[in-house]
């Protein structure tokens, strides 16, 4: 495994990380920023907020918010605070940026669930990515304050409408407002723009505004299609904070920060398995079926995505796809890759786990795997499934694939038996009436069933009959 206490104390003792504009920009990071000689010199000088918007149209994070909270990230170790800001009301409007139609509102009371779990979601986010990244860096500070979570519904669900225009809406000019990019883009399409989606840049301009009143926030960071809105905001900024007149030097003492939007080599979005979002949250994507992502980028992706997932330097990375490069069947940045984000994410239980499953489908043997590692990896994923010892030794293996769902049905174990494509242990059966023998239980209690490539199913025979 990648992971050991050596490691990480030679980790600690010559990897100290770069300035953050350095490090974020070398990183990949960085698409747009405002006044970037300010800034860099601002963040240098003293502690900052930052923050970061989620929408709760989902009700868990996904891939697609890594890239932004990994930036926020950033700013928490380097002893920043950082907010993390869940749209409980401008959620209920629909952002139009980077949209060629209108949103499908979501109910209120879908909303506000998506809010409650969604905050659950960023602080175990964040408190399993801080942990991991100390574990990489040499930190000056390793008491840094935890993420502020908080929803924009706590300030705008008592902001009436006429006290909205008499505070914001003064101060938004409409021809200002017209010439945003993703403003522009959908009044050019044939459905065009509601008012509701219109007025959408003032509510997040009134949200960066009112962190930075109440919590002193200087820093929004968003996604690249986010820069209309966050300019909206820092116009704000500097009228409001000044009394009602611009103030150059209000709104220069905030900025904006935008990633960009991450594709994969073939143009295709980053974060979609066969259509589906990968989550962060393991009761929507196994922890398996996570790591495997990552093990499954191509090579033209892979540097990339080590640069902005995991906390490894510089030199580490180039050293990493030197050797890949040597040996790229082997898959060995991948493999790092994986490793990395999925500890990240969810600890190192998690990557073991993972790295087990992956031995399960894969390994031609399993010497070097045991029934208690593997009845841990599997805890409490339906592909594992207790029965007794009897059952599993007087049924063919047919049968019990069928009947524990790995196939659906009998013959279609029979099909994959006659196409070499059902496998005991890794080994494919030739049998269709073949039955387990006690030679086949690992460690005399599981029985390992494979179908096709990747569908697995584990059968440990109860503990009152192994």
């Not at 629909?94 to 979601?121: C, T, W």
């Not at 860096?137 to 006429?162: E, I, K, M, Q, T």
């Not at 039955?435 to 096709?452: C, E, P, S, V």
Request: glycine fraction near 8%.
């Amino acid at each position: 495994m990648w992971h050991g206490t050596s490691r990480r104390i030679i980790s600690r003792l010559y990897h100290s990380p770069p300035p953050l504009l350095q490090d974020l920009t070398q990183r990949g990071f960085v698409q747009d920023i405002s006044s970037p000689e300010a800034f860099r010199n601002a963040v240098i000088s003293r502690k900052h907020t930052a923050y970061v918007g989620v929408d709760p149209t989902a009700a868990a994070l996904h891939i697609g918010h890594l890239i932004p909270l990994m930036c926020l990230l950033h700013f928490q170790l380097r002893g920043h605070r950082i907010i993390p800001l869940i749209g409980g009301a401008t959620g209920r409007v629909g952002d139009p940026s980077g949209r060629s139609v209108e949103r499908q509102l979501a109910e209120n009371d879908k909303i506000e669930h998506n809010v409650v779990r969604l905050s659950s979601s960023l602080r175990r986010f964040f408190k399993n990515a801080s942990h991991y990244a100390r574990s990489r860096l040499s930190l000056d500070d390793n008491s840094f304050a935890d993420p502020c979570v908080v929803s924009n519904l706590d300030w705008h669900g008592s902001f009436g409408l006429l006290e909205f225009l008499q505070k914001v809406g003064v101060h938004a000019r409409v021809n200002t407002m017209l010439n945003r990019e993703s403003v522009r883009a959908r009044l050019a399409a044939q459905q065009g723009l509601s008012f509701t989606e219109f007025t959408y840049q003032l509510l997040q301009a009134y949200d960066f505004y009112h962190l930075h009143q109440h919590h002193g926030c200087t820093i929004q960071i968003g996604g690249s299609d986010q820069w209309g809105n966050i300019v909206a905001g820092l116009e704000l900024i500097g009228k409001l904070a000044a009394g009602g007149v611009f103030s150059e030097q209000r709104s220069t003492d905030c900025y904006g920060i935008t990633t960009p939007l991450l594709t994969t080599s073939t143009g295709e979005k980053f974060g979609k398995s066969a259509g589906n979002a990968i989550w962060l949250e393991a009761d929507l994507t196994s922890v398996f079926d996570f790591y495997q992502y990552f093990l499954k980028v191509a090579d033209a992706d892979v540097e990339r995505l080590l640069k902005l997932f995991t906390f490894l330097q510089h030199d580490e990375i180039t050293a990493i796809m030197e050797e890949h490069t040597g040996n790229p069947e082997q898959r060995l940045a991948q493999r790092r890759l994986a490793a990395e984000v999925t500890e990240m994410v969810h600890l190192e239980a998690g990557v073991t786990q993972a790295i087990v499953m992956t031995k399960l489908l894969f390994d031609s043997n399993y010497v070097s795997l045991n029934a208690q590692d593997i009845v841990s990896a599997f805890r409490g994923d339906p592909r594992l499934v207790t029965v007794s010892a009897d059952e599993i030794m007087n049924n063919p293996i047919t049968k019990l694939a069928a009947k524990y769902g790995l196939v659906l049905s009998n013959s279609a174990a029979k099909n994959l038996v006659a196409s070499r494509g059902l496998y005991i242990n890794n080994q494919p059966i030739h049998d269709s009436q073949y039955r387990a023998k006690t030679a086949d239980l690992l460690d005399g209690k599981l029985l390992i069933l494979r179908a096709g490539k990747d569908k697995m199913l584990v059968l440990a025979a109860s503990p009152e009959d192994s």
